[in-house]
């Protein structure tokens, strides 16, 4: 199934790229696996750019956490339900019915499977003008300069500010197919005593969840 122009602001020349890029491997081939790893980099490049360009007085960590942010799993999913990728997928019948087209992992590597076929199809200057946009809204939220650290950042610095242990992450629980991984993550720290869990696409991701789960217990967030 095709994705209206008006959606994603472009129409394809080539249609079959986009087709590759919607077709997950559960479907067989040709799928969308090395549309996605291309467009995992032009992604990062075209935020890279965008956070360089408006923050000129930023420093490297201060736009580090911000692209990390921007194209974090979870950041692009949110694009790619936007976009209604998800309804658009091509995905074998047991993915489909294990709810792969609302899962983040298969959603986030759609959309940059998507950014990958546009970049094929007309270049990188169309690319970023189709592509950008998309991003806007979560590029516009950010404080300047300032962009909020990561879970485990947060809880490691506030860990070290007060000569406490650092928290230790263990893996507790590993299931799905090798495309559909979740990895189950438990953070504990020891002063005070306390634990938190996390689930994720990634190792990391579930680190981070998990750390954010500790954070929570903390009543560490702002604006509490």
Known sequence: MSLPADRIGHVFANPDLLAQALTHRSAGVPHNERLEFLGDSIVNLLVAEALYVRWPKADEGALTRARAELVREASLASIARELEL????TMGPGEMKSGGHRR?????????AVVAAIYHDVGFQR???????????????????????????????????????LPV????????????????????????????????????????????????????????
């Not at 983040?104 to 940059?112: P, V």
């Not at 592509?131 to 610095?157: C, I, M, N, S, Y």
Request: hydrophobic share 40%; net charge negative; charged share 30%.
């Open 86 to 89: 998800g309804a658009r997928l």
């Open 127 to 165: 690319c970023r003008e189709v592509v950008l946009p998309w991003f806007e809204p979560a590029l516009a939220a950010l404080p300047v300069g300032k962009p909020e650290k990561d879970p485990k950042t947060r809880l490691q610095e506030w860990l070290q500010a007060r000569q406490r242990a």
């Open 104 to 112: 983040d992992s298969i959603l986030a590597d759609a959309l940059e």
């Open 169 to 224: 992450y263990d893996l507790v629980a590993e299931s799905g197919d090798d495309h559909a991984k979740v990895f189950t993550v438990t953070c504990t720290i020891r002063d005070p005593s306390l634990s938190g869990s996390g689930e994720g696409s990634s190792r990391r991701n579930a680190e981070q969840a998990a750390a954010a789960a500790v954070i929570e217990r903390l009543d560490l967030n702002p604006g509490k």
